[in-house]
């Protein structure tokens, strides 16, 4: 597949917080809290150690922006907190606690993983550098869209009943009325 000359990437690590569960439930809670721009390959890396809390640099994935999502990119911008989003699935398979499948800056396609239900989506707050990166991308990649009023179309609708009631009924006082079995 090929990349589109306006498309950028870079590879930004994730720290994920290990801490135990305050149900029966839930042995573990598991939260996203850092970012790490231009970070190297990793695969749950224990970074510290805290009681029975464990952070762990758990993956190097890359953050990629695309020219079609600065709408997106800008919403994201002009929250509170800029933050990416960082998909998590719950797989049961090998060493690995989560596999980290995803990171975006977008909040709407965040917003699409965490509607599946399937996919645990965490919010990371964006250091200084990548939120000057992503607005960059979005001011020199923006293409605001003409407005474009909706004109009427001047075709009579109300002159032709084409489709209205049902052929197979003879009488034109009733034509909402059901058409009768014939019986033989």
């Known amino acids: 597949m090929a990349k589109a000359a306006s498309q950028i990437e870079m590879p930004v690590g994730v720290v994920v917080r290990k801490t135990p569960g305050v149900t029966r439930w839930a042995r573990w809670s598991w939260r996203a809290v850092a970012a790490l721009p231009g970070a190297g390959p990793a695969d749950w890396v224990e970074l510290r150690r805290e009681g029975d809390a464990v952070e762990y640099h758990a993956a190097t994935l890359p953050l990629t ?27 049961l398979e090998g060493d690995r606690p989560l596999n980290a499948v995803l990171i975006t800056a ?6 699409d ?9 965490e919010k990371i707050p964006m250091t200084d550098g990548l939120i000057a990166w992503v607005r960059d991308f979005a001011q020199l990649h923006r293409r605001d869209e003409e407005f474009v009023k909706r004109r009427r179309d001047k075709k009579r609708v109300d002159l032709v009943e084409d489709g209205r009631g049902d052929a197979r009924i003879r009488q034109d006082s009733d034509v909402y009325r059901a058409p009768r079995r014939i019986v033989q």
């Open 106 to 111: 977008s909040p709407f396609e965040g917003q």
């Open 113 to 121: 993983y965490a509607d599946t239900g399937e996919e645990i989506v």
């Open 65 to 91: 922006l695309w020219p079609d999502e600065t709408e997106a990119y800008l919403t994201n911008l002009a929250d509170g907190q800029p933050s990416i989003y960082l998909v998590l699935r719950d797989e």
